[in-house]
């Protein structure tokens, strides 16, 4: 089945970097990506929607400007936590659908942001 | 705007005991209905998925589901549970096409001997 990969798996980075982090649809092409945030013992919530060529469509409460999202191409879509703090310490999903209409979802393996 | 409902936070069931899963879901069209499981610190993996066609949809490690449109729901089944299947399972709709997908709450399993 398709495959989406995720890079990468965990990152520990200072208080005030910026991480990014890397999302691939490694056999089909994603022209949408959904970038999610997990709270521990919590469900995933829907961040933004990643769209190859323009601009990503953020949920209410997201801050576009802390969470870069970048869909370069058909196969690529890269989420930044800019000037990252405690605060943004969670596991992030990215998921892409199939393509067509009748589509399961693809996740990847998450990454593990720790700010310290 | 589609969502989901998981009604029970913890579940905790014996070894061997048969195991029913709830979840309930609210979408204007027609949904697409998706049960993952996820063990801590890991990524989802997908059990089982309703699209169309026989509402009695068979999964990955004996998990069955189905979908009853007159109750909005898409409950998660499975005869015998065994130690291995604690975890955190998500109920999650979708529409057709490149939407993204809602999830539950999530239910935690626990499994006594």
């Known amino acids: 089945g398709a495959v989406v990969s995720q890079h990468p798996s965990r990152v520990i980075c200072k208080s005030g970097t910026s991480v990014k982090i890397e999302c691939r649809s490694l056999?089909?092409?994603?022209?949408?990506m959904f970038w999610y945030r997990q709270f521990p013992k919590q469900s995933l919530m829907l961040m933004a929607t990643?769209?190859?060529?323009?601009?990503?469509?953020?949920e209410q409460g997201v801050e576009k400007d802390k969470f870069l999202i970048n869909h370069a191409s058909l196969t690529l879509s890269t989420l930044t936590v800019a000037s990252a703090h405690p605060e943004d310490s969670s596991f992030y999903i990215c998921?892409?659908?199939?393509?067509?209409?009748?589509?399961?979802?693809?996740f990847g393996q998450g990454t593990r942001l720790t700010v310290v | 705007a589609q969502s989901v409902t998981q009604p029970d936070i913890h579940i905790t069931v014996s070894e061997g005991a048969s195991l029913e899963l709830r979840c309930n879901y609210s979408y204007g069209a027609t949904p697409y209905l998706f049960w993952y499981v996820q063990s801590p610190g890991q990524g989802l993996q997908l059990l089982l998925k309703?699209?169309?066609?026989?509402?009695l949809v068979q999964g990955i490690k004996g998990f069955e589901a189905e979908f009853k449109r007159s109750q909005s729901s898409f409950n998660l089944r499975k005869p015998s549970v065994h130690w291995s299947d604690a975890a955190e399972y998500f109920c999650a709709v979708a529409g057709r096409g490149n939407t993204p997908l809602v999830f539950g709450k999530g239910t935690r399993l626990s499994v006594i001997a």
């Open positions: 309703y699209f169309s066609g026989d509402t």
């Open positions: 990643s769209n190859e060529g323009s601009k990503a469509t953020y």
């Open positions: 056999d089909f092409q994603a022209t949408t």
């Open positions: 998921s892409a659908r199939g393509g067509g209409l009748d589509t399961e979802a693809f």
